[in-house]
């Protein structure tokens, strides 16, 4: 039955909203706020109340989040296979992965890959992709036939930042470009390429127009659809919403407000009624969330989003509960369907699957469960414990008793049966404290704290510390924990795999291109390409790959190391190892590699052997042109050369000999020249 009023949208939403009973209980554990710990109050002794502090361990808090960081940190691998022999639909298709690949970066931040895993603590997780609600720098250029007239005339100027002008100057580029080039064009033509060019700029300014976030599955409710777990066929987000940012986010609807009554505005009908409306948002992200931060006197009304294959709801209720004249409790906002009616643009992530009926809770649990249930009862025991503990610790060691009462007189004076009124009996001096039975709640919560460390999946990740520990074990130790966690992650890959054939059937459905701009990670410097998708990319017969892994870095040494082994057995090949090592072309890789050592090869004849033969000939070439080269020149001391021959004296004379202190003949060079 469709809904055609916001009383009929209410009903649909109380009918959907069935409360969720364990998963609440799963994030109290996790988030340290038991509130059964305040029970525990209620039920202990009346002397323990007094030191009763409630203990809650973050073991499960510090698990969820290892496990986050660690299957988040792994990246996102995009890769699409072309059905199709046409050469040219294959080339296509390289462009369609290409401009994937640039939006599952934009899309899928680190922030985003982190909430991805809060399925982990919390059973199942919803993913939800929306359509920003304008594209406001792209508007500015609507209206084609008033920018090719400006471009066309030079008498009418306008500032250089305005969208005419920079038509202008872009048609005006374009038509200089083809004078010089000596291309003879049309004026349409020019046109073309102008009105392309200042439409990607504009797109490119105001970004993506798909946007993805992790709502909260305590404020969601939906049905899957039969054939694909994955996919909703229904499904509902609620809460609380500040007015003044709703009514910003929804102004291109005409929401107001008015006598504290909302109304949807409309020029040709001035009545306050709901009316269907085609308009390009969906989603609440535009929308304060209810944590943001409030303000005195803020007004907050209840907000409500269903979305079907067909339409989406948007039902916003009168503030303060009120009723409007028609009696109705809001009003209603009707959004056609952007994703080619086969996506409601919600879809789960599955955590433990059961095969059980029921609701979402009932069919998922939390890959943590073991975890948890044992976190509660450490909790309720260790709390108990400490109160017990601290208690007894400050006691006094005997308890003085001024005189008796309460007890039973001489057995042969009449008196009355003892009654339980009459309290414990009592004897004057000093009575030493009677123990509890502590021990054993000791030996019980050894226990659990034993169980709560064995069901910690990170247990010994990092390494015993033991000087013995080989990095090899260590690794392989690592490897085994993270294998656990590979269909936790096919999960989420099978979910972004389904987000980005939603937005396929966007562009299909709105016949728009996105455009965005990719710069690769690698160099930086490089410049930022310009990457598109558009409508005839989308219906190519695509199979899509969508993987991620779960590894470390010393994971995948192990798994280096263990797969070399096997090829040195001889058990598999060297093509099948850099296969299995993640090369995704071995054949080429081995390509280089033989060349690589052939030049290896030719270095080492060269050094080896002819390297001293042209270094000799090199040298005697030289000789030969320039002659023998001069020798180098010998410091002066005393007026005479150190070392060579000393100058001729005149008349052909013999040198002198110079004597020292102790009339010892000395070197030529000088008296010091020689000790």
Known sequence: MPVLTAKEALALKEQL??????????????????????????????????????????????????LTNIMASNPHEFAAVVRSTDQGEVNLGQDYEDAHVAIDELIFTTEIKRKLRGFIADSYGVVAVDVKPSREVLAKYADRNDLESYAEDDGRVEEEDTPRSKYRARYQSIESADEKAGRTRTKRERHEDAYDAVTTDAMLADGLCITVRVPDILTFRGFQTDGDPHCFAIGMEYGQKQLNPLLDALSGFGLKVSDGLLYIEDESDKRKRPRTASYEALGVGMIAES????????TWVEYCQIRTCEETLILIEHPAGKKGADGEPGVLIRVPNLFGNKYTGYFLIEGDAKTRSGSLEDRYEPPIKALIVEAQHYNLLRSAYEAMALEESTRAPYVPMEKGGGGIEDSTEETKSVQ???????VAGEIKRVESTGAKLQEILD?????????????????TGAAGESGQHLARAQTAILSELTPYQANVAEVCKRVHACIDAYTIATGETIKIAYAKHEDERTKAEIRELTPKMAKLPIDVIYTIG???PEGDWAAEQIQTNRWKDGIIGLTELQRELGYRDPIKMQFETGVDSMLGSVKGVLEGEIGPLLK?????????AFGQPPAPPQPIVDGMPMGGAPPPMPGGMPQPVQMNSASTPVASGGPDAAV
């Open 291 to 298: 944590q943001s931060a409030t303000t005195s006197g803020e």
């Open 616 to 624: 000799e000939y090199v040298k005697q070439q030289i000789q030969q």
């Open 447 to 463: 226990h659990v704290t034993q169980e709560l460390h064995l069901h910690e999946p990170l247990l010994n990740f990092a390494g």
């Open 550 to 552: 779960s590894r470390t």
């Open 17 to 66: 909203n069935v409360p969720l009973v364990r998963v609440p209980q799963y994030r109290q554990a996790v988030d340290g706020r038991m509130e059964n710990l305040d029970a525990l109050r209620k039920v202990i002794a009346p002397d323990y109340k007094k030191t009763f502090i409630p203990v809650q361990t973050a073991i499960p808090n510090k698990a969820l989040f290892r």
């Open 420 to 426: 339980p009124q009459d309290g414990v009996p009592q």
